[in-house]
T-cell receptor
Framework: GQSLEQPSEVTAVEGAIVQINCTYQ??????LSWYQQHDGGAPTFLSY????GLEETGRFSSFLSRSDSYGYLLLQELQMKDSASYFC????????????FGRGTQLTVWP | DVKVTQSSRYLVKRTGEKVFLECVQD?????MFWYRQDPGLGLRLIYF???????EKGDIPEGYSVSREKKERFSLILESASTNQTSMYLC??????????????FGPGTRLLVL
């Protein structure tokens, strides 16, 4: 089976940097995705790491280490609108496109 | 612009009723998914489909069935609704072309209350 572990809650203040970690155990690992979900909204895709290293997209970056079965999402220059749930998800490389989601991390950004 | 729509945002049903949740995507995606989301449990996969008339069980298929008669439409059916099926239901789709199958696009969700 698969298991993903991520913290349930993280808090930070505006302008700060926060890192949300995700550790996983799975066979046939292919890549790690991150999704953002605001309260009452749909999850939206943020990033995907298929290779080790850092992927940067504006204020958000995502990192993957296959050897450590570990990844993280880094959010810089936090804004109030970043308050949301963040989910990591494992992709096992099938074209069927199935993702295995973690339980999510609730990020609260304070002014 | 990518779009996944779901037939209802809110739905109230009685125990024992048959419930249909509809999902439509306009991106010509091959893969479609139904999840339920409950506080603290994340997104759990109920069923998915990789082609018309094809379906695969996810992690929690009991009490549910699905139908995919057309590529753009994926229906979730609660055969006999029970109170423990009160939840948020999310539909998603993804493409198999261009190596993009790791990216899923979600609909707005249907919040179902079973009384």
């Amino acid at each position: 089976g698969q298991s993903l572990e991520q913290p349930s809650e993280v808090t930070a203040v505006e302008g700060a940097i926060v890192q949300i970690n995700c550790t996983y155990q799975t066979s046939g690992f292919y890549g790690l995705s991150w999704y953002q979900q605001h309260d009452g909204g749909a999850p939206t895709f943020l990033s995907y790491n298929g290779l080790d290293g850092l992927e940067e997209t504006g204020r958000f970056s995502s990192f993957l280490s296959r050897s450590d079965s570990y990844g993280y999402l880094l959010l810089q220059e936090l804004q109030m609108k970043d308050s949301a749930s963040y989910f990591c998800a494992v992709f096992r490389g099938s074209t069927l496109g199935r993702l295995y989601f973690g339980r999510g991390t609730q990020l609260t950004v304070w002014p | 612009d990518v779009k996944v729509t779901q037939s209802s945002r809110y739905l109230v049903k009685r125990t024992g009723e048959k419930v249909f949740l509809e999902c439509v995507q306009d991106m010509d995606h091959e893969n479609m998914f139904w999840y339920r989301q409950d506080p603290g449990l994340g997104l759990r996969l109920i069923y998915f489909s990789y082609d018309v008339k094809m379906k695969e069980k996810g992690d929690i298929p009991e009490g549910y069935s699905v139908s995919r008669e057309k590529k753009e439409r994926f229906s979730l059916i609660l055969e006999s609704a029970s109170t423990n099926q009160t939840s948020m239901y999310l539909c998603a789709s993804s493409s198999t072309s261009g190596g993009a199958s790791e990216t899923q696009y979600f609909g707005p969700g249907t919040r179902l209350l079973v009384l």
